[in-house]
């Protein structure tokens, strides 16, 4: 039995298949529950506020009060959110993951200036045919210079890499740049990841080189998902992520057996053909 590749590519996925091909296999192709964690949610409720702040305020108005207001607004609607709820927080813990998201919406104000920005795009979704490959992704902003070039903006949550995994981050924001050049005709000036944890700005700038470059990989990444889908051949990559990851108990680098987890996990198997 082999199984059918997935109907797109996008960033996320093409890093989740460089990191783990088996832990790839589970999410994409056999589709295993992805249970909401403290970490997605909260990423969930500061883009919420962030995308709120650019759509509700005009220059001049994008101000931390008015963050913290929008804030507070995605914090109300979160609390009939299923994944939100599923989480169980209440009381001190729910208080603290409050807490700390409005740190991480205060300290976006300290890496940019926001009404010294011109989005032209907020959870913008771009979609390319790339010789037969549908590539996907949905920018978290996409702004315009004054001199009329295209930047794409990311938020992060999570903790910042260290200087050895900078560039493996800013891959996948340089195939955002990829895509628009593909959709929108023009290479972005700058790529800038925003890490509001420490807070600190990883930046690129992509250049012909680097966006013909991602063409190359993103079809190399695409040959290697067709060949592990009719090989039936997805090899796990140990890493110290693995010791968070919730398929380690099916996963043989560890004695696992990798076909008990659909299973297990209660999978829907659409990917299997």
């Known amino acids: 039995m082999s199984y059918a590749p997935p109907r797109s590519l996008s960033p996320s996925k093409v890093a989740a298949f460089r990191d783990c091909a ?54 109300d ?59 996907r992704g949905i920018l978290d902003r996409l702004d315009r210079t004054p001199g009329g070039g295209l930047v794409v903006v990311d938020y992060k949550t999570g903790r910042a890499p260290s200087p050895a995994y900078e560039q493996a981050r800013l891959a996948g924001v340089q195939l955002y740049a990829l895509l628009c050049e593909e959709v929108l005709g023009q290479r972005p000036v700058e790529v800038r990841l925003l890490h509001l944890r420490e807070p600190t700005t990883l930046t690129a700038t992509p250049s012909e080189q680097t966006v013909r470059g991602q063409r190359t990989k993103t079809r190399a990444v695409w040959s290697a998902i067709e060949r592990a889908c009719r090989d039936e051949d997805f090899r796990p990559r140990t890493s110290p992520l693995c010791s968070f990851c919730r398929f380690r108990p099916f996963c043989p680098a560890y004695g696992g057996e990798p076909s008990r987890a659909a299973a297990a996990l209660g999978a829907g198997h659409e990917g299997a053909a």
Do not use: C, M
Not at 22 to 45: M, N, S, Y
Not at 52 to 69: D, I, K, Q
Not at 90 to 95: L, S, T, V, Y
């Open 22 to 75: 088996l832990a790839f296999r589970f999410t994409t192709i056999e589709h295993l529950p992805d249970p909401p964690t403290v970490w997605t949610v909260k990423g969930t409720l500061v883009h919420t506020a962030l995308e709120r702040l650019f759509w509700r305020h005009p220059s001049g108005e994008r101000t931390p009060a008015a963050g913290r207001a929008e804030l507070a607004a995605a914090w």
């Open 77 to 135: 609607l979160l609390q009939d959110d299923p994944d939100w709820r599923s989480l169980g927080l209440a009381g001190d813990e729910a208080d603290r993951f409050l807490a700390d998201a409005e740190d991480l919406v205060a300290n976006y104000f300290s890496l940019e200036d926001p009404d010294a920005v011109t989005p032209v795009g907020i959870e913008l979704t771009l979609e390319a045919d790339l010789d037969g490959i549908r590539l």
